[in-house]
C-alpha cells in the first residue's frame, strides 16, 4: 500500500459503534480513541511480536506497544509461559509469594536509588502513594511539577498533565477540587530560573519529574537541569522524586537515573516493571521505605498489589533484559530516528526528532520543542493527517502528537524497512 491506501474498517466501525454505547468515547483510556489524529479508534484482534493485527484483518508495526510496558514485544513466549505457568497456580492471593521477593531483587539490583520498594497496580497508585510518602518525610504538603509532565491522573497533579490531557486541550479536569491543586505548583521544564524562583518562594514536600519528559512528546533535559533539580531539591528540604515509570528499565538498565547520573530519593515505576500486566511501585532508600505500613506509619495497600502473574511477567521481562538488549534497542531506536530524518528531510517536510533509547518523538516544528508551550506550538494537524497515512500504510504510530514511539526488541531490519518505506509516502502525501 502507497499513499492514498486505504484501510478496511467494517468490523472497527461496528465495534466502535457499539462501543460508546457501553464506553464513554467507546474506550477505558482516552489516548486510545484516536481523536487527537481525526479519526475513530482501531479495535485490535491479536499481536505478536512488533505487529498487531485488527478485527478487520489489517496488519500494522506497532510503535505503540501497549505505551511502553511491551519492551520485548507483543506475545513473548518466555513471558506468555511465565504468566500461564502463575495463573495455573493460582491467580492471586493476598499472602506475600517468593517471586515478590524475586522481583524486589531485580529492581533494587538495577536502580541505584531504590534499596526497598512497595507493588503497585498502576503508575498513578505508585504516585499517588510517593507523594504521601514524600510529604509525611518532609511534614510539608506544596508539591513541584512541571507543565506537560504527567504522573497519573491523581487529583493533586492534574494540572497541565501532558499527553490525554494536553491531547483534549483540558487545562485541568473537572471534578478536581482546587484544594487538590492549589498545593501544586507548576514551572515550564527546562527553566532553572524558574525552578530557583519557586524553591525560593515554597517549602516543597517533593520535586517531581520525569527524567526524560515522555508525555508532551520526549523532550529532555537540557545539559545540566536534572541536577540542577538535585540540588534544590536539597537546599530546599524537598525531596527529588523521579517519575520513571516510562524511563524505568528502558533507557538503560538502571533506567534515567543510572543514565543520566543524578538520584533522586524516590523513584516511581510502571509500564515494563509488569512486562504487560497491571504492575507498577516506587522505592528509595530504606529509611524512607520503611515509614511505609506496616514497617512504619504512612498507610498504603492494595488488593491485587504484587498479583502472582503481573509479577510473573514483570519477573521474566527484567531477566531477558541484558548489554546485548539494550544495545540492540538503542541502534534500533537510532536506525529509526536517523531513517526518519532522512524521509521528513527528502519530502521536505520540516519535522525534528528527539530520541534516547527506547523512545523518540517525531514533533512537527523546524526545531525541538524545550518544553511544554513549545511541544503545543507543533503543527498538530499535519502529525495527525501523517499518522492516518501511516496507518493506511501498516504503521501503527503513538496516535498523539505529545506520545513517544515505543520502539522494541521485537523490531527487526525488515519492519524498520517496511516503516521508512510507509512514511517516506506518508511525508510525501502530507507535503503535498
Ligand atoms: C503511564 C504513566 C503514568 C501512569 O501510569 P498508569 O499505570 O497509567 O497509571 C505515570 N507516570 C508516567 C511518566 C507515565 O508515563
Not at 495455573?88 to 536509588?113: F, H, K, N, Q
Not at 530504606?286 to 514483570?314: C, F, H, K
Not at 501503527?396 to 502528537?401: A, E, L, N, R, T
Amino acid at each position: 500500500m502507497g499513499a492514498g491506501a486505504q484501510l478496511r474498517d467494517a468490523k472497527s466501525t461496528e465495534l466502535y459503534a457499539r462501543a460508546v454505547q457501553r464506553l464513554p468515547g467507546g474506550v477505558n483510556s482516552p489516548v486510545r480513541a484516536m481523536r487527537a489524529i481525526g479519526r475513530d479508534p482501531i479495535f485490535v484482534e491479536r499481536a505478536e511480536g512488533a505487529e498487531i493485527v485488527d478485527v478487520d484483518g489489517n496488519r500494522y508495526v506497532d510503535y505503540v506497544c501497549s505505551w511502553g510496558p511491551l519492551i520485548h514485544g507483543h506475545a513473548h513466549p518466555e513471558i506468555v509461559d511465565a504468566v500461564i505457568a502463575a495463573a495455573r497456580r493460582g491467580t492471586s492471593y493476598g499472602a506475600p509469594t517468593e517471586a515478590e521477593v524475586d522481583l524486589a531483587d531485580e529492581v533494587s539490583r538495577r536502580i541505584p536509588s531504590v534499596e526497598m520498594l512497595r507493588m503497585t497496580s498502576s503508575g498513578t497508585e505508585a504516585s499517588m502513594s510517593a507523594i504521601r510518602l514524600a510529604r509525611a518525610a518532609t511534614g510539608r504538603t506544596k508539591l513541584l511539577k512541571f507543565a506537560g509532565a504527567y504522573h497519573g491522573h491523581l487529583d493533586g497533579l492534574l494540572a497541565e498533565a501532558g499527553s490525554g490531557l494536553a491531547t483534549a486541550g483540558i487545562p485541568a479536569s473537572p471534578g478536581v477540587p482546587d484544594t487538590a491543586t492549589q498545593q501544586t505548583v507548576i514551572v515550564p521544564w527546562n527553566d532553572g530560573e524558574a525552578v530557583a524562583r519557586a524553591c525560593a518562594e515554597h517549602e516543597f514536600a517533593a520535586i517531581l519529574a520525569e527524567p526524560y519528559p515522555a508525555n508532551m512528546g520526549l523532550v529532555p533535559p537540557v545539559e545540566g537541569f536534572l541536577d540542577l533539580l538535585r540540588n534544590k531539591a536539597t537546599d530546599n528540604g524537598a525531596l527529588l522524586v523521579f517519575d520513571e515509570v516510562i524511563t524505568g528499565f528502558r533507557v538503560g538498565p538502571g533506567g534515567a537515573q543510572e543514565r543520566l547520573g543524578v538520584m533522586p530519593d524516590l523513584t516511581v515505576m510502571g509500564k515494563v516493571i509488569g512486562g504487560g500486566l497491571p504492575a507498577a511501585a516506587y522505592g528509595g532508600s530504606r529509611t524512607l521505605m520503611d515509614r511505609i505500613a506496616p514497617a512504619g506509619d504512612v498507610y498504603q495497600a492494595g488488593t491485587l498489589s504484587g498479583n502472582p502473574l503481573a509479577v510473573a511477567a514483570g519477573l521474566a521481562t527484567l531477566r531477558l533484559l541484558d548489554d546485548t538488549a539494550y544495545t540492540r534497542l538503542a541502534h534500533t531506536t537510532e536506525a529509526l530516528a536517523g531513517g526518519l530524518r532522512e524521509a521528513a528531510a527528502h519530502a521536505d517536510v520540516p519535522v525534528s526528532i528527539t530520541s534516547v533509547p527506547g523512545l523518540l518523538t517525531v514533533f512537527f516544528a523546524e526545531s525541538a520543542p524545550r518544553d511544554y508551550e513549545g511541544a503545543k506550538a507543533c503543527d498538530l494537524d499535519g502529525y495527525g493527517a501523517w499518522c492516518r497515512a501511516l496507518l493506511a500504510s501498516g504503521v501503527y504510530p503513538p496516535p498523539s502528537q505529545f506520545e513517544a514511539w515505543f520502539p522494541s526488541l521485537a523490531h527487526t531490519h525488515e519492519h524498520l524497512e517496511r516503516t521508512l518505506e510507509a512514511a517516506a509516502a506518508a511525508f510525501h502525501e502530507v507535503a503535498a
